[in-house]
């Protein structure tokens, strides 16, 4: 029998270490592991799933640096099951970042499993303030930290600090998963009026040193996602107004991503069903967007449950097929498509779906009706229809329902109805 001494120095011993995993798991309000979110639960009466986030003004300067370890403790098992498909038939997409729910649903909980490919991080929603150049974000309070003060003293008070939170981390881990992680522009109360082609040039150029591989701003604590580098770029215009420069800011930021042979990156747009949508016209934007993903909600004329949509869907198909001739065997050809060495050499056609209810007439279709809609979809062979996208993915990631004897999210339902 052991002496009480010796359990005494046992007990000692197991209270610090109990301490001590106590204090990491404090000190890293965006950890991602079921473990970390059991022991928040449990510790401090937070929700299963539950993120602790906390807005606030940075008053020192943040490097680029994303700590290894975050990264390390978000990453599971699916990086050896998953392998990212930018040319597959049910490819699924996410929007987060504005939503009540993303409160109760981390990045890195959206990102484990194998139903959602890309995330699109919403958003960005102005570039410029008059004349001046002031690239914004708005994760609706959600996400991230106010602007450091390096970045205010660089004159971007627009930007917000997502190291010192820990969400750049979290899109570490999902990259390491194999998941694309993309931001977006816009969202229905977005400004994204360009002066010029000329500031659309410039502002490309920022936007590829701010989010993706440029180097302008490396190791300065100005990146407001550190020395993460994004997977890509979404354009979610609500307003026929600003859509002018559109066209300069995407097609240089796109050949600006040849530059980086390291990564692969995608475009994306998120037109409303209605064709065409002024917002983002197709004729121009055509051959520079990888992922069309087609808003089939808010619009009562064509959205789910309208009895429109496919009619709809086959409208988007032809337009986005523009002159291309598909081959008898189904094959698209590339056409005049911007490729960038992505493996997309034409645009996708993806069907976007709400997944929560917010009023009548929104689009909002129960599980088994999505189901069946996407089911009929498939049945019109489109040869560009690849997937479908949700608005948005943190409800997408609580809402479940039993379909086909099994409790399945929105993402699980597409894949098995699209899937070949």
Not at 52 to 72: A, C, H, N, Q, Y
Not at 271 to 280: F, M, Q
Not at 303 to 321: F, I, V
Not at 397 to 403: F, L, N, R, S
Request: with cysteine; charged share 15%.
């Amino acid at each position: 029998m052991a002496s009480v001494s010796s359990l005494r120095c046992l007990f000692v011993s197991l209270c610090l270490c109990l301490l001590q995993v106590g204090i990491s798991a404090w000190i890293i309000p965006h950890g991602s592991s079921e473990a970390l979110s059991g022991f928040l639960a449990g510790a401090f009466d937070v929700s299963g799933g539950s993120r602790l986030v906390r807005r606030e003004v940075s008053t020192t300067t943040t490097t680029d640096d994303v700590t290894p370890s975050k990264v390390e403790a978000a990453t599971t098992t699916t990086s050896s099951t998953y392998v990212f498909n930018a040319t597959a038939k049910d490819i699924t997409i996410a929007y987060y970042g504005q939503t009540n729910m993303t409160s109760h649903v981390t990045l890195t909980q959206l990102c484990a499993g194998l139903s959602v490919d890309i995330i699109t991080l919403g958003f960005l929603n102005s570039f410029y303030s008059g004349n001046k150049m002031n690239v914004t974000m708005d994760f609706n309070g959600y996400l991230c930290n106010n602007p450091n003060t390096t970045q205010t003293g660089a004159g971007m008070s627009g930007l917000l600090d997502c190291v010192g939170d820990g969400l750049a981390a979290e899109i570490a881990a999902c990259q390491a998963l194999g998941k694309k992680v993309l931001i977006s522009a816009g969202g229905a109360s977005a400004d994204l009026a360009i002066p010029s082609e000329a500031d659309a040039t410039t502002l490309a150029t920022t936007l590829w040193n701010l989010f993706l591989g440029g180097t302008g701003y490396k190791g300065k604590g100005v990146r407001p996602f550190g020395s993460v580098v994004l997977d890509g770029f979404d354009i979610d215009n609500e307003n026929s107004t600003n859509a002018a420069h559109l066209f300069t800011l995407v097609s240089t930021l796109r050949n600006l991503t040849k530059k980086d042979t390291t990564k692969k990156y995608y475009f994306s747009a998120a037109p409303i069903c209605a064709y065409p949508d002024p917002d983002i016209p197709v004729s121009t934007m055509l051959n520079q967007i990888d992922y069309w993903n087609v808003q089939f909600y808010n619009a009562q004329a064509c959205q789910l449950g309208s009895g429109h949509a496919p009619a709809a869907l086959k409208n988007w198909s032809t337009a986005l097929l523009g002159a291309r001739k598909v081959a008898s065997n189904g094959a698209v050809p590339q056409g005049l498509f911007n490729v960038n060495g992505n493996n997309v050499t034409y645009p996708r056609l993806l069907v976007g779906g709400r997944t929560f209810f917010s009023g009548a007439n929104a689009g909002y279709v129960n599980m088994s009706t999505y189901q069946g809609i996407l089911e009929s979809m498939k049945k019109l062979n489109l040869p560009n229809f690849s997937g479908a996208m949700f608005w948005d993915g943190a409800y997408m990631y609580k809402e479940k329902a039993i379909i086909d004897g099994k409790n399945k999210t929105y993402a699980q339902v597409a894949k098995g109805a699209l899937i070949d």
